[in-house]
Each structure stands twice: as structure tokens, then as C-alpha cells.
Nanobody, 126 residues
Framework: QVQLVESGGGLVHTGGSLRLSCVAFGRTFSDYPMGWFRQAPGKEREFVAGMKWTDTTSYTDSVKGRFSISRDNAKNTVALQMNSLTPEDTAIYYC????????????????????WGQGTQVTVSS
């Protein structure tokens, strides 16, 4: 059974940083897309960052230059480094992994992913 487990969320002041981590259990995803999404209260889940392969990344415009996604295939993990956080970044953050070929997968779309973590809360105070 595949399981994604996130960690690293918490409360931080505006301008602060957090690092989210996600470990995958049950199968390896080294050749498949992985990503991060978030959902703020009253809003739909939105794409934050994705990685098709180890050297191909994408970000939503609001986090470009502030967030960085990375993965360690040896450890079957994906991380999200978040800097210069603002209250607008407050949300539950979800790790996602796909079992589909990256050649035919849009890593920015939620329906491209087959596995999801339980979410970790990130709260940024003003």
C-alpha cells in the first residue's frame, strides 16, 4: 500500500521560512512526477510546485523565486523549501505522487496524481 507522509508544517511569521518534507512508502517514484499542492480555507486546492524528473521543475507564479522543490530519489522523498512567507501562503500543503509517465503528464494538474499525503498545516502570521 502506497503512503505519502508529510512533515515540517507549522506557524511562522511573515518573512520566515519553512521546509516541508514528504516520504513515500510502498513504492518508488524516482521516474515519476511528484508535486506539492495547497488548499486555503474556502478555496480550491491549487498547484504549488512540481517535478517531473530531477531536473525539471515548475512553480505557480505566486511562489516563483521564493519556493524551491527538490527530491532525493535514494530516500524516496520530495521537499519544498519555502522562503519569504506571507499570510497568503497559509494553507494545508499536500504532497502528491504520480504513477504515470512524465512524458504524458502535466505536473501542474491535480488529476495527474494518483497518491496524496494527509496534508500539513502552514500558518503565516502577519
Amino acid at each position: 500500500q502506497v503512503q505519502l507522509v508529510e512533515s515540517g508544517g507549522g506557524l511562522v511569521h511573515t518573512g520566515g521560512s519553512l521546509r516541508l518534507s514528504c516520504v513515500a512508502f510502498g513504492r518508488t517514484f524516482s521516474d515519476y512526477p511528484m508535486g506539492w499542492f495547497r488548499q486555503a480555507p474556502g478555496k480550491e486546492r491549487e498547484f504549488v510546485a512540481g517535478m517531473k524528473w530531477t531536473d525539471t521543475t515548475s512553480y505557480t507564479d505566486s511562489v516563483k523565486g521564493r519556493f524551491s522543490i527538490s527530491r532525493d530519489n535514494a530516500k524516496n522523498t520530495v521537499a519544498l523549501q519555502m522562503n519569504s512567507l506571507t499570510p497568503e501562503d497559509t494553507a494545508i500543503y499536500y504532497c502528491a505522487a504520480s504513477s504515470r509517465s512524465p512524458l504524458f503528464t502535466d505536473e501542474t494538474m491535480a488529476n495527474s496524481y494518483d497518491y496524496w499525503g494527509q496534508g500539513t498545516q502552514v500558518t503565516v502570521s502577519s
